[in-house]
Antibody, heavy 116, light 107 residues
Framework: EVQLVESGGGLVKPGGSLRLSCAASGFIFSKAWMSWVRQAPGKGLEWVGRIKSKTAGGTTDYAAPVKGRFTISRDDSKNTLYLQMNSLKTEDTAVYYC???????WGKGTTVTVSS | DIQMTQSPSSLSASVGDRVTITCRASQGIRNDLGWFEHKPGKAPKRLIYAASSLQSGVPSRFSGSGSGTEFTLTISSLQPEDFATYYCLQNNSSPLTFGGGTKVEIK
């Protein structure tokens, strides 16, 4: 059974940092191009960024609002995807989903709240 | 970056109605577009990929069409479980971008 399980969400002050994790199982994680997608309260879906598989170069791409502040990485030995979020802003408050586009696999999401 | 303009932003419809949602890309994206359904408290679910291919397990009342810059999602006969928010997503070039969403409500 395919599973994507996010963790690491919580409450953080503006300017703070948080690292989200996404544990994957049930598919060949090392071959997957993985994304993070978020939804702020009352807003639509927003693609955050993506990391390609190592065989495809392992490169990352980011949406403009998070570029330079967020970093996506992966540990294929642990089947885990990460999202390091620095310099957090109140507008980063959202549910963050881990997503495998090719097969349309989604995690259940983890909530990040940025508030003083 | 490619901008996706989705319309309408909301609509009211009755069970059995035919519903059409449109996405327009700011530049040509071939057929690199998917349609997603999102219900509160749940993960999104892809209905259509490559503009017109039905995702496995998705009812045939959902269909997609278009290429280049204009795309359409059609629900041929709206069912009670279809009341949700729908999004398009272009995967032609990075950054990937979603449309603003269409909330389908009960009339």
């Amino acid at each position: 059974e395919v599973q994507l399980v996010e963790s690491g969400g919580g409450l953080v002050k503006p300017g703070g940092s948080l690292r989200l994790s996404c544990a994957a199982s049930g598919f060949i994680f090392s071959k997957a191009w993985m994304s993070w997608v978020r939804q702020a309260p009352g807003k639509g879906l927003e693609w955050v960024g993506r990391i390609k598989s190592k065989t495809a170069g392992g490169t990352t791409d980011y949406a403009a609002p998070v570029k330079g502040r967020f970093t996506i990485s992966r540990d294929d030995s642990k089947n885990t995807l990460y999202l390091q979020m620095n310099s957090l802003k109140t507008e980063d408050t959202a549910v963050y989903y881990c997503y495998y586009y090719y097969m349309d696999f989604w995690g259940k999401g983890t909530t990040v709240t940025v508030s003083s | 970056d490619i901008q996706m303009t989705q319309s309408p932003s909301s609509l009211s419809a009755s069970v059995g109605d035919r519903v059409t949602i449109t996405c327009r890309a700011s530049q040509g994206i071939r057929n690199d577009l998917g349609w997603f359904e999102h219900k509160p408290g749940k993960a999104p679910k892809r209905l259509i990929y490559a503009a017109s291919s039905l995702q496995s397990g998705v009812p045939s009342r959902f269909s997609g069409s278009g290429s280049g810059t204009e795309f359409t999602l059609t629900i041929s006969s709206l069912q009670p479980e279809d009341f949700a928010t729908y999004y398009c997503l272009q995967n032609n070039s990075s950054p990937l971008t979603f449309g603003g969403g269409t909330k389908v409500e009960i009339k």
